[in-house]
């Protein structure tokens, strides 16, 4: 079946640092891709979509400039969140749109000390 | 924004028990599809189902889709401690190319 996968599954990084986090469709191509951001017994918010060489485009209220988001491949998405802070920390999930459904990353755990 | 609510917040179970889950939504939809999350993992694909189909079964899951009332329902039956999961529906709004809108979600607890 269709497998994406997310690295890293969790990083710890300084405030004021920028951390990468990157979202790979293995064995299909994903023109499109999603990116999600989950706080602890929440459900899932969308943050943006990706589009393979294109802008993304984000949902209402998700900084562009913080988050940004490059779609470089049909295979390749990739998010960094830039100048993190404490209140960045989160579960960052994505997911590749293929043919029939979705198929999310396993998440990446995000703190910022 | 969020446009799934789901009931119950949390479920606690002995196995062998079946947990039901019901989901509402507001706007019109291609599909409801349903995930699981073990704690700190991404989502697993459950079951979709159109919007012109009713009910969907697959293995132990039971699907059913209420277009009229904006509703779906997940049925686990015969549960198992391995069910432990966090359960989200997603819909698939017939305005908003390919975004899914996730559920609040049901905390499922199965003990042995």
């Known amino acids: 079946g269709a497998v994406v996968s997310q690295h890293p599954s969790w990083v710890i990084c300084k405030s004021g640092t920028s951390v990468k986090i990157e979202c790979r469709s293995l064995?299909?191509?994903?023109?499109?891709m999603f990116w999600y951001r989950q706080f602890p017994k929440q459900s899932l918010m969308l943050m943006a979509t990706?589009?393979?060489?294109?802008?993304?485009?984000?949902e209402q209220g998700v900084e562009k400039d913080k988050f940004l988001i490059n779609h470089a491949s049909l295979t390749l998405s990739t998010l960094t969140v830039t100048s993190a802070h404490p209140e960045d920390s989160s579960f960052y999930i994505c997911?590749?749109?293929?043919?029939?459904?979705?198929?999310f990353g396993s998440g990446t755990r995000l703190t910022v000390v | 924004s969020q446009q799934g609510e789901e009931d119950p917040q949390a479920l606690s179970i002995q196995e062998g028990e079946n947990a039901t889950m019901n989901c509402s939504y507001k706007t019109s939809i291609n599909n409801l599809q349903w995930y699981r999350q073990n704690s700190g993992r991404g989502l697993v694909h459950l079951i979709l189902?159109?919007?012109?189909?009713r009910e969907k079964h697959s293995g132990r899951l039971r699907v059913t889709l209420d277009t009229s009332k904006k509703s779906s329902s997940l049925l686990i039956t015969a549960s198992r401690a391995a069910d432990t999961a966090s359960y989200f529906c997603?819909?698939?709004?017939?305005?908003?190319?390919?975004?899914?809108?996730f559920g609040a979600g049901t905390q499922v607890v199965v003990t042995p």
């Open positions: 990706s589009n393979e060489g294109s802008k993304a485009t984000y």
């Open positions: 997603a819909t698939a709004p017939t305005d908003s190319w390919g975004k899914l809108q």
């Open positions: 997911s590749a749109r293929g043919i029939q459904s979705y198929t």
């Open positions: 189902i159109r919007s012109n189909e």
């Open positions: 064995d299909f191509q994903a023109t499109t």
